[in-house]
């Protein structure tokens, strides 16, 4: 009798336990469409309220269009709001049409995506780097494994290689600094 007990009381409270976790809900009939949305990562995110990152203000920039769209082609618009720090050398709008008739059109073949990223990633550094903190003759390496070299022009304009520096902006992972030219690694 008492082995009937023992064995009688776990089996009840399995039962309620069973009982209690109810039927599961009802797999959706074959046929019947399902929606799954892919995600977007971090650059699908609005944020009005914080500071704009490097990305955000290359899109807030009407003269950064088709830096803009270069960085979509090639999807590094979550590249961009990562946390950093990192500098951006964002060339012009101006700088892109004046390199050779072609050059941009055909960089934005398929076929020539890994160029146009390496170009890209010739524009990022690591860190912080105010254009006005470098000094003459200062090499620094790049995303892309290169180096570009800043220099003082006499009237004290800051160049990035042959690019002049047209201002700065700081962004919530780093600083978008403004040159007339696109670099092209060498």
């Not at 209690?20 to 809900?25: E, I, L, S, V, Y």
């Not at 009407?62 to 590094?76: F, G, I, N, R, S």
């Not at 590249?79 to 700088?95: E, K, M, Q, S």
């Not at 180096?147 to 919530?172: E, H, Q, R, W, Y």
């Amino acid at each position: 009798m008492k082995t009937t007990t023992c064995l009688m009381r776990p089996t009840a409270i399995l039962g309620l336990l069973l009982m209690a976790c109810g039927n599961p809900a009802p797999a959706p009939e074959q046929g019947t469409p399902t929606t799954s949305t892919p995600s977007a990562g971090q650059s699908a995110v609005s944020d009005d309220l914080s500071e704009r990152n490097v990305l955000q203000v290359a899109i807030g920039s009407p003269d950064h269009k088709t830096l803009v769209a270069a960085v979509q082609h090639v999807k590094y618009e979550d590249v961009l709001v990562n946390a950093g720090p990192f500098t951006v050398y964002a060339p012009t709008d101006a700088a892109f049409n004046a390199l050779p008739a072609g050059t941009l059109d055909d960089l934005l073949k398929p076929e020539n995506k890994a160029k146009l990223q390496d170009i890209l990633e010739y524009h990022v550094a690591l860190g912080v780097l105010p254009p006005e903190k470098m000094s003459d003759g200062r090499s620094v390496g790049m995303a892309n494994g290169g180096n570009v070299k800043f220099g003082k022009t006499g009237d004290g304009a800051v160049m990035i290689n042959d690019a002049k520096v047209l201002g700065s902006v700081p962004a919530s992972n780093g600083l978008v600094v403004v040159i007339d030219k696109v670099l092209l690694p060498q």
